[in-house]
């Protein structure tokens, strides 16, 4: 999609909640974060009208209406004028921008978390299963990053080399870890 493209549609959704008990507000609001809507106010939210957000938006209608006893508004919108879409898909592609940012800042302290265990001689099976799980817990985040990343933002290049990086930095640390155990099963016992 591009930026002067009026046919992008949006959906917007007005939630309106009960002020207690707090955690419903709380959990529609997660639930909202989750699938990638973009905030434009108290209880305003955004996404762009395409199939990758509509189990999220449901979610959240459903979790308003049923278990908080809210109420849910969803419209469907367009930018006015060019210069209307264009800003609208800004804001969006800016708050993915942010998700990128913090998710190659996670693969950061992934790969710190790794070297350390390498300077430190730490290679034991439990340490190698706790590192598969990070790096299976970037992998699942990257994949849920992209399916809302509609339009595209400057980073999710860099993220997807750098989740290769990270596999590619697990994998020597899980040969590291099987070769010591190996060595270490083939010692003599005195």
């Known amino acids: 999609m591009t930026g002067s493209d009026r046919r992008v549609r949006w959906?917007?959704?007005l939630i309106r909640l009960p002020a207690s008990p707090s955690k419903h507000r709380v959990a529609v609001w997660r639930e909202l974060r989750?699938?990638?809507a973009l905030s434009l106010g108290q209880g305003v939210w955004a996404v762009p009208d395409v199939p990758a957000f509509a189990d999220g938006v449901a979610r959240a209608t459903e979790l308003t209406r049923r278990v908080a006893?809210?109420?849910a508004i969803t419209l469907e919108a367009v930018g006015k004028g060019a210069e209307d879409a264009d800003r609208f898909q800004?804001?969006?592609t800016a708050a993915r921008s942010a998700d990128w940012a913090e998710f190659l800042a996670d693969c950061g302290k992934f790969e710190e978390e790794i070297a350390k265990e390498i300077r430190i001689g730490k290679f034991t099976l439990a340490?190698?299963?706790?590192?598969?799980q990070s790096l299976e817990r970037l992998r699942r985040w990257h994949r849920d990053l992209t399916a809302r990343d509609v339009f595209g933002a400057p980073e999710a290049a860099e993220a997807g080399e750098r989740l290769k990086h990270c596999v590619a930095v697990c994998e020597e640390y899980a040969e590291r870890v099987f070769v010591i155990l190996h060595a270490a099963d083939e010692e003599p016992t005195p």
């Open 90 to 92: 800004a804001l969006f």
């Open 11 to 13: 959906l917007v959704l």
């Open 127 to 132: 340490e190698l299963e706790e590192e598969e």
């Open 34 to 36: 989750k699938v990638g």
């Open 69 to 71: 006893d809210g109420e």
